[in-house]
């Protein structure tokens, strides 16, 4: 007979009756703060907009709803933080008030295991702000604009850009078998108005044996055709050992180049319209022109996208470390110490941005140094909670 199987069993670790109580104490301030901290910050920076706009300029009521409602996820990324830390404070506060701390402690309840509920929460927390942050807002933003623009019939300004450079690369086989990146195509164009490029110079290494050199005095991109209408210029056939070949000149020439150069001087979106992958996108494109400040800028801002949510988990640990210090805090006091928290962090991250955008500081630690300066508070404050107990 077959000796009987087995059965392995393995322990998965279980939320504690301490957990879920700290969970739901930090729950209901948190849904408290989601709410008070969204509605504040859309009246002061949308609502009284709109109903300016309903009022002076003819908006129709259901637009200025729709506009309210798109405008909304913004303001909801912006609450998340700014919520977690309320919660984590008045949470842990009412506990260290009421002696709960102290109970917990007497049967060996250390005060780093006390706020691990927070820290899963917030980074709970976190993972939400961040999809909001990305996903969400930034479709949401572009939407709203749109829609006010068609509402108000006024389009956007033309965009006006100088010095798009755009180069192409391709590979070549070398003799011994290896492929190297080389430049096949460089575009120029001095002006872009926002329909027609101005002084164009191409460079054109895609045909073996020949290069080209076309210079125009405008072109513009034929939607109909897929091609560009090159006006008024010269194409300058160039042979490998640097002699003339061939001098054409023209009127008007259609040419099948790539549509790229004017993805990148026409991009109308701002930072806070695009994802993560739309603004790494456009950041491969502006690298080309050369603009440094602006490449700086956009650096600092897709590194601020992915900050911005993890201020979640530094909130929720500095709140907590505050929080569960032997004291007698009221719900008016947490609000107090909450918001000049908030404050001294925003300006922080407001100054560490600016020296990012003007290279200060590398886009990394523009972005993240206010969220690593946080988290050594935090911490600090959490040791100290121990030692004080």
């Not at 210090?325 to 110490?337: D, E, L």
Request: glycine content about 6%; charged content about 15%; some cysteine.
């Amino acid at each position: 007979m077959a000796p009987s199987a087995q059965k392995v069993s393995i322990a998965l670790p279980s939320v504690s009756v301490m957990d879920r109580y700290i969970f739901l104490e930090l729950l209901l301030p948190f849904l408290f703060g989601m709410g008070l901290f969204t509605s504040l910050a859309l009246s002061i920076g949308t609502l009284f907009d709109l109903v300016r706009r309903v009022t002076e300029s003819g908006l129709p009521l259901t637009i200025a709803v729709k506009i309210l409602f798109l405008k909304m996820p913004a303001f909801i990324v912006l609450a998340f933080p700014m919520s977690m830390l309320l919660a984590s404070l008045m949470a842990y506060s009412r506990l260290s008030s009421d002696s709960e701390v102290i109970a917990l402690r007497s049967i060996g309840v250390s005060i780093y295991r006390l706020v691990v509920p927070a820290v899963l929460f917030s980074l709970m927390v976190t993972g939400i702000a961040f999809i909001f942050n990305d996903q969400v807002t930034p479709a949401a933003n572009y939407e709203a604009l749109v829609t006010l623009e068609k509402a108000v019939n006024q389009d956007r300004p033309p965009t006006q850009q100088f010095n798009i450079i755009y180069p192409e690369y391709g590979k070549v086989r070398l003799p011994d078998g290896n492929e190297q990146t080389v430049l096949t195509r460089l575009f120029y164009a001095e002006e872009f108005n926002g329909e027609t490029m101005k002084g164009l110079t191409i460079l054109d290494r895609t045909q073996s044996g020949v290069n080209q050199v076309l210079t125009a005095r405008s072109a513009n991109w034929n939607i109909a055709q897929n091609t560009w209408d090159f006006y008024d210029g010269t194409v300058y056939l160039i042979a490998p050992d640097g002699s003339y070949r061939n001098i054409v000149r023209f009127r008007h020439q259609q040419l099948a180049l790539p549509r790229a150069p004017l993805d990148l001087a026409n991009q109308d979106r701002k930072d806070g319209e695009m994802s993560i992958a739309q603004a790494k996108r456009y950041l491969e494109m502006l690298r080309l022109s050369g603009d440094e400040k602006k490449i700086r800028k956009l650096e600092v801002r897709i590194q601020a996208k992915y900050a911005l949510p993890f201020v979640c988990f530094v909130f929720g640990l500095v709140g907590a470390s505050i929080g569960i210090r032997p004291q007698n805090t009221s719900k008016a006091t947490s609000f107090g110490i909450c918001v000049g928290l908030i404050f001294s962090y925003y300006l922080l991250s407001f100054l560490c941005e600016s020296m990012g955008i003007w290279g200060v500081l590398s886009p990394f630690m523009a972005a993240w140094l206010p969220n690593l300066l946080g988290l050594g508070a935090g911490g600090l404050l959490l040791i100290q909670s121990a030692s004080l107990r």
